[in-house]
């Protein structure tokens, strides 16, 4: 007998490129990501965002794992309160500012500046847009992993994979592998409340060759995946359709 699926573990990445959070407990709400969930980005080199008319632009016009994996040796976390980004880097606070004020945006940026510094096409910069992700596509999503997809990846490449190379919002136990890859149109329930719709597989790319401790460039995952499962995804992103609380143990539900 199938075991129940449940989820598992529920992260949120504050700033885009940068370290995960792991969540006991989230509320998610219609037409919108995890709550502060890629809600800032580091621009690398001018990319013509508009803050007062924020809108979706390419992973490329900013700092990200698929290209500066270094980024993979910081650990970020962001008080939700004040906004206050700290940054760690080999144990020790590196950076720490408010990203709401000039003058925390470039304690960050100065930081950057140096620690990124053969990268940069031009000036780091810190954007934000009222209500905007800087989600990999435009849609406000949530993204969707079943623990065994991993699992399978694992025994492909005849290594462990930390979950966190796949940087997804949602973890689920107690599904099949690649399970996740077939609820594109379909309806979930989580928690008492909260209902969410497949809307798209998540096709995997550079970022998750990255060690999410080491910064290591280690594991050939896209690669495996299209030579061993035949495509080159792994998770679901899904859209929130109904307001609600989850929390790590939760029930996950098909309609």
Not at 36 to 60: C, M, T, W
Not at 169 to 175: F, I, T
Not at 197 to 203: F, T
Not at 230 to 239: K, R, S
């Amino acid at each position: 007998m199938q075991a129940a699926a449940r989820i598992e573990r529920i992260y949120r990445y504050p700033v885009k490129g940068l370290s995960a959070e792991g969540l006991s407990s989230t509320r998610l709400r219609v037409g919108r990501t995890l709550l502060a969930d890629r809600l800032y980005a580091i621009e690398n080199g001018p990319s013509g965002f508009d803050p007062a008319a924020p809108a979706y632009f390419p992973k490329q016009r900013f700092l990200m794992l698929m290209r500066n994996e270094r980024l993979a040796r910081l650990n970020a976390r962001l008080d939700e309160d004040t906004h206050v980004l700290s940054i760690e880097l080999d144990g020790a606070i590196a950076a720490r500012g408010s990203l709401r004020e000039p003058e925390g945006r470039a304690a960050v940026e100065g930081f950057l500046v140096d620690f990124c510094a053969d990268e940069l096409r031009g000036p780091p910069k810190v954007l934000y847009g009222n209500g905007h992700s800087f989600s990999d596509v435009a849609r406000k999503v949530v993204s969707i992993i079943s623990l065994a997809s991993l699992a399978e990846i694992e025994r492909a490449l005849g290594a462990t994979v930390d979950p966190l190379r796949f940087r997804a919002n949602l973890y689920v136990g107690g599904w099949p592998a690649w399970h996740e890859l077939a609820l594109v149109g379909h309806e979930l329930r989580i928690g008492p409340t909260a209902k969410l719709k497949g809307v798209k597989r998540i096709q995997r790319c550079a970022a998750t060759e990255v060690d999410p401790v080491t910064a290591a460039r280690d594991l050939p995952i896209p690669k495996t995946l299209l030579q061993t499962f035949g495509h080159a995804d792994c998770g679901l992103y899904a859209e929130v359709i109904a307001d609600g609380e989850i929390a790590v143990g939760d029930a996950v539900e098909e309609n």
